[in-house]
């Protein structure tokens, strides 16, 4: 015997109609994004009833700020996509407030995150004493390593540089 459909089985399957047909959302982003919605709302109303229009800003931070904690990136980042999405769904249906939509908080995406650390004074030390200094090759070598570490140059402005992109009349 099939159970009965809760009501967020019934929200989850007007939202899925929604995305489907109006926006042309494969089944698979459906899925996924009914996945996330589905929690927030177990975890907003448990198995009592739900109402849509007492879904407050604290309680989209909250949820998300949770599953950011216990989640990957990717997966923290689904769960606000589809809480977006759910929710201009339930605004075309006059059931919340556009600054709901905008209320969901976005999961960090520091680019810089995993940059390496940069050398100690003992390494920079070893690494600019390695150059043989007494041949023009080693004093090309040890410039050009003064070049990427003072300057914070790239390589390929390194080996771009010339006599010619100098300004000697300093």
């Known amino acids: ?17 929604y995305l489907c047909e109006v926006r042309g959302t494969t089944i698979g982003t459906y899925n996924e994004y009914a996945r996330h919605v589905r929690k927030f709302l177990q975890a907003r109303y448990g198995s009592g009833p739900i109402d849509l229009t007492s879904i407050e800003a604290g309680d989209l931070h909250a949820f998300v700020s949770l599953q950011a904690k216990r989640a990957t990136k ?46 100690t004074p003992e390494q920079l030390s070893v690494f600019f004493s390695s150059f043989d200094r007494s041949t023009p090759v080693g004093q090309r070598d040890y410039a050009m390593a003064v070049s990427l570490v003072d300057l914070g ?16 009349r300093i």
């Open 153 to 168: 140059l790239r390589a390929s402005e390194v080996a771009d540089l010339s006599l010619d992109g100098i300004d000697w």
């Open 1 to 17: 015997q099939i159970p009965p459909k809760t009501a967020i089985d019934l929200a989850l399957e007007e939202f899925g109609q």
């Open 74 to 119: 990717p997966s923290a980042k689904w769960t606000t996509t589809a809480l977006r999405s759910f929710l201009r769904f339930m605004q075309l249906r006059g059931l919340c407030d556009a600054h709901l939509v905008n209320a969901v908080p976005s999961v960090p995406n520091w680019k810089l995150a995993r940059l390496p650390k940069g050398l």
